[in-house]
């Protein structure tokens, strides 16, 4: 079985700050994918970043950056220069590798992440 | 990216009532689709996975009956909650998955309450 933990419930950062969430995995997959979502108050759920567990460099989107290291079985996400906008949940979530199909996700608790002007 | 809609977004019933939500890929074409199910400040839940043109596979724990899925088509999946109770008030979201890393896609979630 899969498991993601999160364990920031909340943070609190100021505006253009680099900020990074927490995310620890456990899975006896030999692959797998690792993923976060960001979700507004508004409730739709963004697709940030993707990490593919055979993939040799970090994943990077943007302002959005995953510091993925696979022995300690983390996937962080990191923002830099915060943004009044990223004020959201954000879930890390997992699945067996997508290449080999559609694959359903296993979703962290979730951090609420709170950009202070 | 590309795009999943849900109608409705928002739902309120009485105790007893069915209710169906739709979910649809409006850009793509989706054979699989999934179901997920989340309560105010908690995490997704997946309640099943929804196959085009076979039987849906539901989690542990997930009634069957309660909650109908029927994958029409290649964009539309569609989930009846019969005989709805105020315990199945929640927030009900659907994705299909797409792009570079068949990554999934999210459609904007139906509030239901069930008074």
């Known amino acids: 079985a899969q498991k993601i933990t999160q364990t920031q419930p909340g943070m609190f950062v100021q505006e253009k700050e680099a900020v990074t969430l927490d995310c620890t995995y456990d899975t006896s997959d030999p692959s797998y994918g690792l993923f976060w979502y960001k979700q507004p108050s508004s409730g739709e759920m963004i697709f940030l970043i993707y990490?593919?567990?055979?993939?040799?460099q970090n994943a990077t989107e943007g302002r959005y950056s995953l510091n993925f290291q696979k022995a300690r079985k983390s996937a962080n996400l990191v923002i830099s220069a915060s943004q009044l906008g990223d004020s959201a949940m954000y879930f890390c979530a997992m699945s067996r590798p997508p290449f080999q199909g559609a694959q359903k996700l296993v979703f962290g608790q979730g951090t609420r992440l709170t950009i202070n002007p | 990216g590309a795009v999943v809609s849900q109608h409705p977004s928002r739902v309120i019933c009485k105790s007893g009532t069915s209710v169906k939500i739709e979910c649809r890929s409006l850009d793509f074409q989706a054979t699989t689709m999934f179901w997920y199910r989340q309560f105010p400040k908690k995490s997704l839940m997946l309640m099943a996975t929804?196959?085009?043109?076979?039987?849906?596979?539901?989690e542990q724990g997930v009634e069957k009956d309660k909650f109908l899925i029927n994958h029409a088509s290649l964009t539309l999946s569609t989930l009846t909650v019969t005989s709805a109770h105020p315990e199945d008030s929640s927030f009900y979201i659907c994705?299909?998955?797409?792009?570079?890393?068949?990554?999934?896609?999210f459609g904007p979630g139906t509030r239901l309450t069930v008074l």
């Open positions: 994705s299909a998955p797409a792009g570079s890393y068949n990554e999934q896609f």
């Open positions: 929804s196959n085009e043109g076979s039987k849906a596979t539901y």
């Open positions: 990490q593919g567990s055979y993939d040799q």
